[in-house]
């Protein structure tokens, strides 16, 4: 009997770690942002596998869709010519791995340390998110109403429970400026003196 | 259910792995938009192990994060492409190491491996009087033209 569950887990995951291997390898930026939207939709798989189908929808959506068509279109407007590969020597690299290699292993020690955690999931004491509909509680959270802690026993709790709509007005606005201010930041503007100062500290250095 | 992987462990690793290769993307790559690739990859690994928490808990206060997080995620996109944009406006190149000025005070620059400079020689080219006088010849011009 095969579990489906565990065979598109170990799918999704080595395509996440396969793909994000690949992105730090690979030297051609469009190759890498290529992907970098395969290691994204397969965490986005992942998310579908761990019954959060609206925060996969929204990932595939946002990032694959929005994000990266953004970041070709940095790509395309910043070319130059061929792709230019920055020479990175084997010292760096080897600086980098130590250093990421030293973090990478101290958080799988900890994923892997405590015992309670090799189960999918405590007891479910609310199977409210269980099942993969979840859009409708986000939704209702983001307004102010966690549909999930209505009816929480304890009346002392039960106005620690509060929804979202604070944190999602300030995103909102946070949203909206920084978009004004990167279009502002971005854009062409006429160039006042014929040959602007390049600085080039590394060729003077 | 038995022969299960997908548990809350599992998820960790996954996510650890992909912040532990973004790390090592950001702090090697020289790229600007490979380092902001980099770091959205980062962003990644802990939505993943946030969402990996919410089912955990069966709560989705953990989704709830993500939903912010892939939120701030596009601000940063914008804003991170807008300003590097601008610097490649201003520089040229794409090259995070044209803006090591911004370093601290008492760290070294980083110096890129040196390109030997040619070394162009400039001809000795004859001088030319103005017309209707005699040339003056000097002993270096007789050595070196001997024709003259």
């Known amino acids: 009997m095969i579990n489906w569950h565990t065979c598109f887990f170990l799918l999704f995951a080595t395509i996440t770690c396969a793909f994000a291997v690949a992105v730090v390898v690979s030297a051609n930026v469009v190759r890498m942002a290529v992907c970098l939207i395969a290691s994204l939709a397969a965490v986005s798989g992942l998310y579908f596998l761990a019954a959060a189908d609206f925060v996969a929808a929204m990932q595939l959506m946002i990032y694959v869709g929005g994000t990266l068509v953004l970041l070709v279109f940095g790509v395309m407007l910043t070319a130059r010519g061929p792709f230019v590969s920055m020479k ?24 892997t340390s405590v015992d309670a955690w090799k189960t999918a999931a405590v007891a479910a004491s609310a199977p409210a998110a269980e099942g993969g509909h979840t859009v409708a509680p986000i939704g209702m959270a983001l307004l102010g109403i966690r549909v999930d802690a209505l009816e929480q026993a304890n009346p002392a709790l039960r106005g620690g429970i509060a929804g979202y709509l604070l944190p999602f007005e300030i995103v909102s606005v ?7 201010g990167a279009a502002h930041l971005a854009r062409a503007r006429r160039r006042r003196r014929p040959a602007e100062a390049v600085p080039d500290a590394s060729r003077s250095a | 259910m038995e022969n299960e992987l997908a548990l809350l462990n599992n998820y960790l690793v996954v ?24 770091a959205e990859m980062m962003l990644q690994g802990v939505s993943l192990s946030l969402v990996a928490w919410a089912r955990y808990h069966n709560d989705f206060g953990g989704q709830m994060f993500v939903v912010f997080i892939i939120t701030v995620a596009a601000c940063e996109a914008a804003l991170a492409l807008a300003l590097i944009l601008m610097l490649f406006r201003a520089s040229g190149s794409l090259d995070i190491a044209l803006w090591q000025h911004l370093r601290e005070a008492n760290q070294p620059a980083y110096v890129d491996e040196e390109i030997p400079e040619l070394e162009v020689k400039s001809p000795t080219w004859p001088r030319l009087v103005p017309a209707g006088r005699q040339p003056e010849l000097d002993r270096s011009d007789t050595e070196h033209r001997p024709s003259v």
């Open chain 2, 15 to 38: 996510g650890a792995m992909l912040f532990g290769i973004g790390v090592i993307g950001f702090v090697s790559r020289r790229n600007m938009i490979i380092i902001f690739l980099a």
């Open chain 1, 88 to 111: 990175i020597t084997p010292a760096n690299w080897l600086m980098a791995g130590l250093a990421g290699g030293a973090l990478l292993i101290l958080l799988l020690c900890a994923a």
């Open chain 1, 174 to 180: 946070h949203l909206l400026v920084v978009l004004v």
